[in-house]
């Protein structure tokens, strides 16, 4: 006999997010994460031929963090996530800011390091293929505050990231509500005893 769920359990929120939102997550993670290790290393090397090409793969990751970042941001507008875990209201403010802040720097980094870029009079051309516009005249002053904010953004965004995966392990290790599952790319499989 087939059992049709009630309007309620229809409507009910899933405990995990779905694939796609799982997929963007760690994609977006792995490429920040990548970008901001490119950009520490390559940031105290001599001007090289091998300096150039590492700030030019740098400049391919912000625009495809950014494209990333909008398709994430588009993709959470337009499906629920799963029900809030039960948590002390401090921890709920602290997690919806903590999310909130890290959208707006996924957006704020790689446009600080576009205009940086633009300002500087080294235009970005996307991998290689594509000539991205300057969205700001060249101009030496406005490069130089743009580079100071394109670092100073992306060490918030680093602190950010460090008090998310902080955050994400008490919930795993200390807690242990469940929270890391609902964005794992693995599934957990239940052991049912014997």
């Not at 999310?99 to 957006?107: I, R």
């Not at 030496?140 to 994400?168: D, N």
Request: aromatic residues 12%; hydrophobic residues 55%; positive net charge.
């Amino acid at each position: 006999m087939d059992q049709q769920l009630s309007p309620i359990a229809a409507k009910a929120k899933p405990l995990r997010y779905s694939a796609i939102a799982i997929a963007l997550h760690w994609l977006l993670a792995i490429a920040i994460i990548g970008a901001l290790g490119l950009g520490l290393y390559m940031s105290d090397l001599p001007f090289s031929p091998s300096r150039l090409k590492l700030y030019n793969w740098h400049k391919w990751a912000g625009v495809s963090i950014l494209l990333l970042s909008a398709l994430r941001l588009l993709w959470r507008l337009t499906h629920r996530p799963p029900a809030e875990l039960p948590m002390p209201a401090w921890q709920a403010r602290a997690a919806h800011m903590t999310h909130g802040l890290l959208y707006l720097l996924f957006f704020a980094v790689p446009l600080a390091g576009w205009a940086y870029s633009s300002a500087a009079g080294f235009p970005i051309v996307w991998f290689g293929v594509l000539p991205l516009p300057d969205f700001v005249p060249v101009d030496k002053a406005l490069a130089a505050s743009f580079k100071q904010a394109h670092q100073l953004l992306a060490y918030g965004l680093a602190a950010l990231i460090l008090a998310h995966l902080g955050a994400a392990l008490k919930h795993h290790f200390i807690d242990r509500d469940g929270l890391l599952q609902r964005m794992s790319p693995f599934k957990q499989t239940r052991k049912t005893a014997p």
